[in-house]
């Protein structure tokens, strides 16, 4: 098992849409079983692939029940309002309340290549559009209201100019 560092914000590979993956094969399963390592280290409830540096469509996550991989997702329905005190591993330390769509409907497959589909709301249905988001190039500070973003953004301009980049030294996630 491998914990990769997780990117920052800052970073590049945070702000590019990432591709789908054309064969879930053993070098997906043992990223995205790198990534759950990764994810409980951090400690987060969630990963996707381009935190680690890997500009495929994949993620992780665990909302209690277990670690779940997700591949190649899309949110294909979304309903209601809900009102989280959303955080990210690549911005930490920082969290800001965020409405988003309280119940969503995602498809994708799983290591094994087959079909999930899954409902979800609250918790686990935040962090399905969170993971979206990362895996189509946006950060939640673009889901930030007009005044958390001034704020956030001297945050985080203050602090990027202390951030170091990824280790050089520190474990690689492979490419797909
Ligand atoms: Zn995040």
């Known amino acids: 098992m491998t914990i990769f560092p997780i990117r920052q914000y800052g970073d590049p590979v945070l702000r590019q849409a990432t ?6 094969d053993g ?11 990764t994810m409980y280290a951090a400690p987060g ?16 996550y665990d909302v209690g029940a277990g670690p779940v991989v997700v591949i190649n997702p899309t949110i294909v329905d979304s309903s209601g309002e809900w009102t989280y005190q959303e955080g990210c591993l690549s911005v930490p330390g920082l969290s800001w ?56 953004k001297a945050v985080l301009r203050a602090r990027t100019l202390q951030l170091p980049g990824p280790d050089p030294e520190g474990p690689r996630a492979p490419e797909l």
Do not use: T
């Open 19 to 24: 591709k789908v993956i054309e064969e879930i």
């Open 97 to 152: 309340e965020i409405v988003r769509p309280g119940s969503v409907h995602l498809n994708g497959y799983d290591v094994d290549g087959n079909e999930l589909s899954i409902e979800a709301d609250e918790l686990e249905g935040r962090v399905f559009q969170h993971e979206m988001d990362h895996l189509d190039g946006v950060l939640l500070i673009e889901r930030l209201d007009a005044d958390q973003r001034r704020e956030a």
């Open 45 to 60: 409830v969630g990963l996707a692939a381009n935190q680690v540096g890997v500009q495929r469509r994949l993620f992780v």
């Open 27 to 37: 070098a997906v399963a043992k990223l995205a079983a790198d990534m759950i390592e």
